[in-house]
C-alpha cells in the first residue's frame, strides 16, 4: 500500500538527505551533502553528492536507521542516535593482524597508519608500519562505535519507472543509459555500454532483479543488450557517413570503350601506310585528315 502524502511505511522506495557522525565527537564520517562534506573537510570533487534511494524493508540500512526512517515524515528532519551493537557491532581483537611489508611492495604499496589496503578479497586499515612488519585492522571502521544520523526524507517515490531507476542507482551509483518498459507481468530493462565492462553488475544484476520485482510488481525481470557501430561525429557534432564509391556511368564506359577502339584502328592505319610507297605528286594527307577519314569510314 502506498504511503500517505508527508508520511512514510515499510515498503516503500524514498530518497533521503544525512549527515552521520561519531557520537562520542560529534565527527561527520559520511553524508550525501555537499555542504556538509565541504565543512568536514573530505569534500571529493569526484563524487556526486545527492539524495540518496533507499528501498525500506531490503536490510539495507541498520535497523535502528530504517526503522526511523520508516516513521518520518517528508520534509522533516530527524535525529536518531545508534548504539554499536545495533550498527557495526563489537571490535574483534582477532581481525588485528600483522603482516609482511612485502605483501604491500607487490602491489606497490608503502603502507602508513591510516591507509585503507586491499588484501586477498578483505579491506582493513593501516595502524602501524615498521621493522618489515605492518599491523592492519579488519574490523569495520565503525565497529564498536555510537553513531548518530540526522536524516531529511525528501520525496516517496510514486511511479514504477522512477521506482526502477532508483533500484538500479542503489546497487550501480546511476541508472544513466538504463531504459525501461514496465507491463502487467514484466519489466524490461534495455542495458547501457557500463553493463557490458562493470565487473560489478555480473553480482549486482541478481540483487537489482529481486527488488524490481518488488516496486515493480511482476514475476518477469528481461534485460536486453544492444550491440551497435559507433557512429563517427564531427567536430561540429554532425554525424559523418562513409562515403559511397560511385559506379562509372554506363555511357562513360562505352565511349571510353570507343576511343580505345578507334585509336587500336588509327595505329593499325598508320602502321600499313607506313609500309605503302610514297605517292609523288599527291598532296600530304595530315594526321587529323586521316582520322576524320576513318571516322567516316566508320560512320
Request: net charge positive; charged share 35%.
Amino acid at each position: 500500500m502506498a504511503a500517505a502524502k508527508g508520511s512514510v511505511s515499510k515498503g516503500d522506495l524514498v530518497y533521503i538527505d544525512y549527515d552521520a557522525f561519531l557520537a562520542d565527537n560529534d565527527k561527520l564520517f559520511d553524508t550525501t551533502m555537499a555542504e556538509s562534506a565541504k565543512k568536514a573537510g573530505f569534500f571529493d570533487e569526484k563524487f556526486q553528492y545527492e539524495p540518496m534511494p533507499v528501498l525500506l524493508g531490503s536490510g539495507k540500512l541498520f535497523e535502528v536507521l530504517e526503522a526511523a526512517v520508516e516513521n518520518a515524515s517528508v520534509g522533516k528532519e530527524t535525529e536518531v542516535k545508534i548504539a554499536s551493537a545495533d550498527a557495526a557491532g563489537a571490535r574483534d581483537p582477532k581481525l588485528v593482524e600483522l603482516h609482511s611489508i612485502k605483501e604491500f611492495y607487490k602491489q606497490e604499496v608503502n603502507p602508513y597508519p591510516g591507509l585503507e589496503v586491499q588484501l586477498g578479497n578483505r579491506r582493513g586499515t593501516v595502524m602501524s608500519a615498521g621493522a618489515g612488519r605492518v599491523k592492519v585492522d579488519f574490523n569495520n571502521p565503525l565497529a564498536g562505535k555510537d553513531l548518530v544520523y540526522k536524516f531529511t526524507v525528501k520525496e516517496v517515490v510514486k511511479d514504477k519507472v522512477e521506482k526502477a531507476k532508483a533500484v538500479v542507482k542503489m546497487s550501480l551509483g546511476t541508472s544513466d543509459g538504463f531504459e525501461f518498459t514496465i507491463t502487467d507481468d514484466k519489466i524490461s530493462v534495455i542495458l547501457p555500454e557500463l553493463t557490458k565492462f562493470d565487473q560489478n553488475w555480473t553480482i549486482a544484476r541478481f540483487r537489482i532483479v529481486s527488488d524490481l520485482r518488488k516496486v515493480a510488481e511482476v514475476d518477469t525481470v528481461e534485460f536486453i543488450e544492444v550491440w551497435s557501430l559507433a557512429e563517427k561525429k564531427s567536430a561540429d557534432g554532425e554525424v559523418e557517413k562513409k562515403p559511397k564509391k560511385k559506379a562509372a556511368p554506363k555511357e562513360a564506359k562505352a565511349e571510353e570503350g570507343a576511343v580505345k577502339k578507334e585509336a587500336k584502328a588509327a595505329n593499325s592505319e598508320v602502321k600499313k601506310d607506313a609500309a605503302k610507297p610514297k605517292n609523288v605528286g599527291k598532296p600530304k594527307v595530315n594526321d587529323a585528315d586521316r582520322a576524320n577519314s576513318q571516322t567516316q569510314k566508320k560512320k
